[in-house]
């Protein structure tokens, strides 16, 4: 009788190195901008993963702040991009490597910092149940400079009455947005006083159908659909306005902004912000700032208007009711000229010291 020896299987699962992935990006620094959203702004690519047998590999990539890459919940708060089957290269324009940036992982805009990059190589089971096989990662880290994008929000747009003439188009400072993308509508709005009764008289017209258009209620604290002019006063003055389209109705309040911070005694009276009517920004001039101080855009003598900023260094609101935000930090000492723009509408508000 004829000895035989069954032959020893060849799939045999071995986990391959990190470096053999041999994972990087095509730069190792980002600076993003409007003018790179159409372009090719960074591409990562690897090799294949061999684990010594026939296996089906799937890869993924993790993006992340550094802060968040250590710990018991290391990477918990990654951004996740799973690849197709066969893809080893992603490739990323500048809008969408700013919206993952600036918008998912909220990271500063207008400032350069670390974003950690990891690949993931892991082994799938078909029957859906967890694979033993231990997932290999490789990570890079890279510097990127996010900017902030305007979203363009539903808006209602201003249309002057009588003799008031407005933009035809969507333009900033004559508009109001909805933030939340819904009935409740916000924006700051120059009045010159045209020739409207007891103020400007205009109409408020829907990007989302431009056949609604919004006017006259009765008072004015109400709108109508198809109506006459609404009329807000007092004007010639810059207000804030809000705008409900399911409830119809209309607010307005006469506002006049001032910085107060460490370097005034947080006074809310002796450094005015002034109305620019060519850029439609409010300004501040020769304002003396210490680095390492703080200051809060206020209203109207007091804080029930104002505007500091959240974790990302993004201008939010902070007043009644919400009374949150954080004071706006002061990182150089000097004499700047402070702008605060509120032209684009809620959502889209900004700050600079230059």
Do not use: H
């Not at 730069?27 to 591409?43: E, F, K, Q, R, W």
């Not at 994008?149 to 003439?165: D, F, H, M, Q, R």
């Not at 104002?306 to 930090?329: E, H, T």
Request: aromatic share 10%; charged share 15%.
């Amino acid at each position: 009788m004829l000895g035989c020896k069954k032959d020893e299987s060849s799939n045999v699962v071995v986990n391959p190195s990190a470096s053999a992935l041999a994972f990087k990006s095509s730069v190792s620094t980002v600076v993003l901008s409007p003018a790179t959203d159409a372009a090719n702004v960074v591409s990562f690519s690897f090799d294949q993963a061999n684990f010594g047998a026939n296996v089906v590999t799937t890869y993924s990539l993790e993006f992340d702040l550094p802060t968040d890459t250590s710990g018991a919940n290391a990477w918990a708060n990654a951004v996740v991009v799973k690849l197709p089957q066969g893809a080893f290269t992603k490739a990323y324009s500048g809008a969408d490597f700013n919206a993952l940036t600036g918008v998912q992982l909220m990271m500063p805009t207008g400032t350069v910092s670390t974003l950690a990059v990891r690949l993931k190589a892991e082994v799938n089971q078909n029957t859906g149940v967890a694979s033993t096989i231990k997932p290999v990662y490789s990570t890079i880290t890279m510097t990127v400079n996010p900017y902030k994008a305007i979203v363009e929000y539903p808006a209602l747009l201003v249309k002057g009455g009588n003799s008031w003439k407005t933009p035809a188009v969507r333009t900033n400072g004559f508009l109001l947005t909805s933030s939340k993308f819904n009935s409740k509508y916000e924006g700051y709005l120059n009045l010159p006083n045209a020739d409207g009764y007891g103020g400007d008289a205009f109409q408020l017209v829907s990007t989302l159908d431009a056949s609604k258009v919004y006017g006259w209620g009765g008072t004015a604290t109400t709108m109508s659909l198809n109506s006459g002019n609404l009329y807000l006063s007092p004007s010639p003055a810059y207000m804030k306005v809000n705008a409900d389209v399911d409830a119809l109705t209309i607010s307005y309040t006469a506002v006049k902004f001032f910085i107060s911070g460490d370097d005034n005694g947080w006074s809310t009276s002796s450094t005015p912000l002034n109305y620019n009517a060519t850029t439609g920004k409010l300004e501040a001039a020769n304002v003396a700032l210490t680095a390492g101080k703080s200051f809060v855009f206020t209203c109207n003598g007091g804080y029930d208007i104002s505007y500091k900023v959240d974790a990302s260094g993004n201008l939010v609101f902070a007043g009644a009711p919400v009374w949150g935000g954080i004071n706006i930090p002061v990182t150089k000492t000097g004499v700047f000229t402070v702008t605060l723009d509120l032209s684009a509408g809620d959502g889209n508000y900004t700050y600079t010291i230059k």
